[in-house]
């Protein structure tokens, strides 16, 4: 990428950063909802500033090495169109910071938010939740927000990727919850332990097929195991759902994310009394299932 001479200052080079974003049509989604705030995230990161903070330095003269670091970056994002994540090795779920790379999908869930508050009103007691099971834990983000959630749970992290599930260690070893995450190599339920878990949640794979060939560029470079969901999008939800009953306590929930998918799985379950649980984005994308609803409505 060819960058003018004369851009010496942090503003100077955030200006042309977003012009660049915004002319080369980059699709955000992983963090950043626009060019402003991913070129901002971009360049304070990569100058070891603040990320809070860009208005003190923005009359700063970068070093000639500053320059090339910051060029490179550019390059990677807007020529390979390498989502910021993957440049910066972090991604974030409010309050909760992550490591991620190209073996994982970059953390982004409605259930995280749901969490916030421990799944309130629809789990009135936090601490009655004494197991717990991430089904397709990538990261191991969401099995984090369970364990922060709900202190007295021991929680599975089930994930099919043994690349996903080294991500997944590394994050459960920054928050020093080696004690109470287990990470689990299976596909869905088949290799997990013969136990009965209070709560399973799962952000599995839901991109239909159609939108799989549509994805952006910057979503070719996620794990398509982890996106990929078939015609429907419904092929490891049915699996769930088939398999869930026999993994949950007589009380227990299920918390799955479908994403835009909510007409499908209507469409798929005609009989499964789906309870669509509002988030602060989204008023229909994760469903909320008792056992006894789940063995009723198949």
């Known amino acids: 990428m060819n960058v003018p001479p004369e ?5 100077d080079w955030l200006r042309f950063a977003v ?3 915004t002319h080369a049509g ?3 989604g992983h963090g950043c909802a626009n060019a402003y705030d991913e070129a901002a995230y971009l360049l304070l990161h990569a100058l070891h500033l603040p990320p809070e903070r860009i208005e003190p330095f923005l009359d700063a003269k970068l070093t000639h090495a500053e320059k090339g670091d910051l060029a490179e970056l550019l390059t990677q994002r807007i020529e390979e169109r390498v989502p910021a994540a993957y440049l910066t090795h972090e991604a974030w779920l409010g309050d909760f910071h992550f490591y991620v790379d190209e073996r994982v999908i970059i953390p982004r869930s409605f259930i ?8 309130a009103p629809h789990i009135v007691d936090p601490a009655s ?5 991430d089904l397709c834990t990538g990261s191991g ?3 984090v927000l369970l364990a922060h959630a709900f202190s007295e749970a021991d929680i599975d992290a089930a994930d099919i990727s043994s690349d996903a599930l080294a991500v997944a260690q590394r994050n459960v070893s920054d928050y020093g919850l080696a004690d109470r995450i287990n990470l689990v190599r299976s596909d869905l339920f088949d290799n997990l332990p013969e136990k009965s878990y209070d709560l399973i949640i799962s952000n599995p794979p839901y991109v239909t097929s159609v939108a799989m060939e549509d994805l952006p560029r910057e979503y070719r470079h996620e794990p398509a195991l982890a996106l990929a969901g078939g015609d429907d999008g419904m092929d490891a939800v049915r699996t769930i759902l088939r398999d869930a009953p026999r ?3 007589p009380e227990g929930l299920l918390v799955v994310e479908v994403g835009n998918n909510r007409l499908a799985a209507e469409a ?3 009989r499964m009394p789906f309870l669509w649980l509002a988030t602060p984005s989204a008023e229909d994308s994760v469903f909320l299932l008792k056992r006894e609803e789940i063995v009723q409505g198949r």
């Open 112 to 119: 995280a938010e749901l969490l916030r508050d421990a799944f």
């Open 7 to 11: 851009l010496d200052t942090l503003r």
């Open 268 to 270: 798929a379950f005609e």
């Open 26 to 28: 980059l699709a955000f």
């Open 247 to 249: 993994f949950l306590e």
């Open 19 to 21: 012009s660049r974003f």
């Open 129 to 133: 939740i004494r197991s717990a099971l």
């Open 141 to 143: 983000c969401l099995a």
